[in-house]
């Protein structure tokens, strides 16, 4: 037989396997003993040699079929190669086709990553690659017939059952519900039972004690699978590459050298979720859970999530007894809604003990009276009758009842190891995971050197031989819960929290260990403030797995208990910093009472590491409040303490010194902080989302459109983590791409979701977008939605900005009034703001609002809008001071001021690629130009073309302007027509209609 499914070799009846060369010939072979069918020499021949003409490669082609005819015939099948004219075959019996033709959950599954194992032919990427898709196709069809057989095997599986449990097994086996849960008490045979049914299917361990961390267990199982993993996250079309940086907040070590995106509020919970629901199904097509009741909270509400689907059904096994309130009410309704069978084992009776010890001991012979016997002790428990046999039973009379029963039978097992056998199942019961022998080995105290590994050697194979340690990965641990229970009460109360104290050491150079596990050992050690310690940096890890919440409640303990100051104040520090996108308010105030008590911190380095962190977060907080006043003495602070700080604590206090200077505005000073954060970190690819900034602050849409537009193309996954969509919205709707920028502002609003300050900034750009487009109802929801989102925050800023863009759009529909209603409340939360980009469009609308309802618009907005221009040459802000120069023009009857200060504001706008802006300077035009006397017949063309235009790009209101003049001067029935689509586009379906024709025609061009 061919084997195939392992290391490739030829295997004859009765003799040695002779591997398969790693050769060409060999590499036909193979490929012809993998293919089901036939196989043409012209893909054979460009699957070898595809850099080959193709006469080249046939004729190579050729001279491999003769070699690996002779190969075959040195194996004793020397006609086992055929060709059928161009087609070619490989007729041998192999192990991978009767992989195929076994029954679904009887096959065991390929490793993808390293199939075929042990055989790689160097030079030959495009066999490598085959082998890859090969091995891929082969898996998913694996799991594809493990799915459709509803993971049920039939009467006829080929697995065995633990004696005494068919009916389990059957059970087990043939259920399709989407979950189920095996109860029953400890060493009832829980877990075989599950083993024997899904030998293949990977299997979650939940841990007494450890509960701290979330996923846990989870994230041991993948750890385990990590190859499969990466194979997966590989394939540009497996849905899991999507979620490879949600994973990888989950596993850094699925993304080594790759910087993850900012945190916000979503990034993990349903996102992360999604994320190892995803790995395991490119793993299994059902999952085990041994020990439910000892899962973490976070675990169990992903297990929940699985069951309320049909994707990945689990099998569980808890001792119900020993059930959380929280994990049994969840179980509870799980059943109620039918989704859960739960299936109690029972204790094995009197009837099956024969066959169960036949099968156990097999060379063992024990009477009826025996039997009774053990009967009678282990009271029917499977692990209790394997330690009464092990202890010398059924001679051995013990009267306790159990668990005592079983602990006193342990500890006699234990007590006749040699003592470092011993302190090494002490160690692995302390340690409650599974640990590597280099973990063990450190603490039983052996000499150092080649003594020391040969002392551990035979106390490792003699814990094994007792079946006190079992092998699993990544190392060794005790071979049964029970086991592990008894050797901890037998432990002295200070030599445990010895040892608890050497885990804690140990653990902590570990990168694979999690803070709340060394947080736990160090508490059982007896030392609360160095758990503390370790828990601050545990709720980094919950933050981190998207358990905000649970975070946040570890944070507020570390700042309540922590006698060290520093470390209570770095806590607060991160419960300040969840306010940052919630409500700034509060955030600034805890800022601030932190900073009170910073002078108390003593030690020097832990006072300027915190004030750092500290000044970088009242700079963010201040920014994003839009009260640059009190963010730039706090960017001071950071700016002097810099070069005193740690490269990696640099990197945020760069990011909102960048922010800062953008909206000072000074731009120069923007990109030499850029410089330096580029310096310290130059594969971070948010550097491309701070460039992108600087160039639209700058005034260079098209730059920063594309700087945008690159991130996006190589950092998808960045979009929960950097504003790259919202932002690329901004930039598409200033270069007159409206459908686009509505499609990026929806897909920001999706992307952060659940997030107020990001999903406030989406629905401004949104309400924009839909004005300019002419969808008012849809753009007054939004902008509404934006200004209580902004409120809710108590950020200024944005509050005037839903103000101003919603009077903008009552502008548009002809509600001056109204609109001047919003501009009066943005006013007061102008009052201080020097930002160009803000102050030209509060005046701007100002201006508007006013001439509107015949008013004259306040000098000292005017000369503020004269003074950003003057400090910003933004082509935002110059087109907005042309603006207001066209109205006021217009006001004044001065047709030739507003035609030059039109043309003014098409060319800056043509400059920059801003096509509404543009647009709407051509309709001004067209108005100066009537005003100054032009016959209407010489500006038809130009109406013309604005009026196509506006329609090409979607700019509703543009367009029935334009439109209703044609239709008004000299037009036609057709002018009429478009005319009064172009109003019924304006109008909407809803009724009332939010635009008002009527008054809207009195505004510019004002045809009346």
Not at 315 to 322: I, L
Not at 365 to 374: C, G, T, V, W
Not at 513 to 524: E, G
Not at 788 to 805: F, I, N, P, Y
């Amino acid at each position: 037989m061919l084997c195939l499914l392992n290391t490739p070799a030829w295997k004859p009846e009765n003799e040695p396997p002779r591997r398969l060369p790693s050769t060409l010939p060999g590499a036909l072979i193979l490929v012809l003993g993998a293919s089901e069918t036939s196989l043409p020499r012209e893909r054979l021949a460009a699957l070898l040699w595809p850099d080959a003409t193709p006469s080249e490669a046939m004729h190579h082609l050729r001279v491999n079929l003769n070699r690996a005819r002779t190969l075959l015939a040195q194996w004793g099948v020397p006609d086992s190669l055929q060709t059928e004219g161009k087609q070619l075959r490989l007729v041998l019996p192999t192990d991978l086709a009767l992989w195929k033709a076994a029954a679904a959950a009887d096959r065991p599954p390929l490793d993808t990553a390293q199939w075929p194992q042990g055989w790689q032919l160097d030079g030959h990427d495009s066999l490598a690659q085959w082998c890859a898709e090969t091995a891929l196709a082969l898996h998913r069809r694996w799991l594809r017939d493990s799915r459709t057989s509803a993971a049920a095997a039939t009467e006829a599986s080929t697995e065995q059952h633990p004696p005494a449990r068919a009916a389990e097994y059957q059970r087990l086996r043939r259920s399709t519900a989407p979950a189920l849960l095996l109860v029953g008490e400890a060493g009832a045979g829980k877990s075989t039972l599950l083993a024997a049914a899904f030998p293949h299917a990977p299997c979650l361990r939940g841990l007494e004690g450890l509960h701290g961390m979330p996923y846990r267990p989870v994230l041991e199982t993948l750890r385990a699978k990590i190859p499969a993993l990466l194979v997966a996250l590989g394939d540009a079309r497996h849905p899991l590459r999507a979620y490879r940086l949600d994973l990888a907040r989950l596993m850094p070590e699925l993304a080594p050298d790759e910087p993850l995106p900012p945190l916000d509020a979503l990034t993990a919970r349903a996102r992360q979720m999604q994320a190892l629901t995803l790995a395991f199904e490119a793993l299994s097509p059902v999952l085990l859970v041994d020990d439910l009741q000892w899962c973490d909270a976070a675990t169990v509400e992903w297990l929940m999530m699985l069951a309320h689907g049909d994707r990945l059904p689990w099998r569980a096994a808890a001792r119900g007894h020993e059930m959380g309130a929280g994990t049994a009410q969840a179980l509870q309704r799980l059943e109620t809604a039918g989704r859960l069978e739960t299936l109690a084992i029972a204790a094995l009776s009197r009837a099956d003990m024969p066959a169960v010890c036949s099968a156990r001991w097999p060379d063992s012979d024990f009477s009826a009276e025996q039997l009774d016997r053990l009967y009678e002790l282990s009271a029917g428990n499977p692990f209790a009758l394997g330690e009464l046999v092990a202890a010398g039973a059924p001679e051995v009379l013990l009267g306790e009842a159990l668990p005592q029963r079983v602990r006193q039978m342990v500890q006699r097992r234990l007590h006749a190891l040699s003592a470092v056998a011993l302190k090494a199942v002490e160690a692995a019961a302390v340690f409650v995971q599974p640990v590597p022998e280099a973990g063990l080995q450190s603490l039983l105290g052996l000499p150092s050197g080649e003594e020391g590994n040969a002392l551990w050697l035979q106390a490792r194979d003699e814990a094994l031989a007792a079946g006190m340690l079992r092998a699993q990965t990544p190392g060794l641990t005790c071979c049964h819960d029970l086991i592990r229970e008894a050797t901890l009460a037998h432990l002295p109360a200070a030599r445990r929290a010895t040892l608890h104290r050497h885990v804690a050491l140990w653990l902590a150079q570990q990168p694979w260990a999690d803070a709340m596990t060394i947080a736990l050992h160090w508490r059982q050690a007896g030392e609360p403030q160095t758990a503390l310690a370790w828990r601050h940096q545990g709720a980094e890890q919950l933050k981190a797995r998207g358990r905000y919440d649970e975070a946040r409640e570890v944070w507020q303990e570390v700042a309540d208990g922590s006698l060290d100051l520093a470390q209570s104040l770095r806590a607060r520090l991160e419960l300040a910093a969840c306010d940052l996108l919630e409500d700034l308010a509060r955030g600034e105030t805890a800022l601030l009472a932190i900073e009170a008590q910073l002078d108390g911190v003593a030690d020097p380095d832990q006072r300027r590491l915190i004030d750092g962190r500290l000044r970088a977060a009242l700079v963010d907080n201040r920014v994003f409040a839009g009260d640059l006043p009190r963010a730039i003495p706090q960017a001071a602070r950071l700016r002097a303490l810099l070069p005193e700080l740690p490269v990696s604590e640099r990197i945020h206090a760069y990011e909102v010194l960048i922010e800062l200077a953008m909206r000072e505005p000074d731009i120069p000073a923007a990109w030499g902080w850029l410089a330096q954060f580029r310096a310290a970190a130059p594969h971070n690819p948010t550097l491309l989302s701070f460039e992108g900034q600087i160039h639209w602050f700058g005034g260079q849409v098209r730059a920063a459109h594309d700087a945008l537009a690159k991130l996006l193309e190589r950092h998808p996954d960045y979009c929960r983590g950097i504003t790259i969509e919202n932002d690329l919205a901004v930039m598409l709707s200033a270069l007159g791409e409206p459908a686009q920028a509505e499609a990026y502002a929806r897909r920001s609003l999706q992307s952060w979701a659940g997030v107020a300050h990001i999903q406030s900034l989406s629905r401004l750009v949104l309400g924009s977008v839909l004005s300019s487009l002419g969808r008012h109802a849809e753009a007054e929801r939004a902008l509404r939605e934006a200004l209580h989102l902004a409120q809710e925050q108590s950020s200024a800023w944005l509050e005037a900005e839903a103000l101003l863009r919603h009077a903008r759009l009552l502008l548009q529909c002809g509600r001056p009034a109204e609109a001047a209603l919003r501009v009066a409340r943005a006013a007061p939360l102008m009052t201080d703001t020097q930002e160009p980009l803000r102050v030209s469009n509060w005046v701007l609308v100002s201006v508007l609002a006013a001439t509107a309802q015949g008013l004259t618009p306040a000098a000292d907005e005017l000369a503020r809008l004269r003074d950003a221009s003057a400090r910003l040459k933004h082509p935002m802000v110059q087109c907005r001071e042309a603006r207001v120069d066209v109205e006021l023009a217009l006001a004044g009857g001065d047709g030739p001021a507003a035609r030059l200060a039109a043309e003014r504001q098409a060319a800056v706008a043509r400059a920059a690629g801003m096509q509404e802006w543009a647009t709407e300077a051509d309709l001004l035009t067209l108005r100066a130009r009537a005003l100054m006397g032009e016959p209407d017949a010489g500006l038809r063309p130009l109406a013309q073309e604005i009026e196509a235009r506006s329609t090409a790009k979607g700019y509703a209101e543009l367009r029935w302007r334009a439109a209703a003049w044609l239709a008004a001067h000299g037009g036609k029935e057709a002018d009429a027509r478009r005319a009064r689509a172009a109003l019924a586009q304006l109008r909407g379906s809803e009724r009332p209609s939010l635009f008002d024709a009527k008054t809207a025609a009195h505004r510019e061009p004002r045809w009346d």
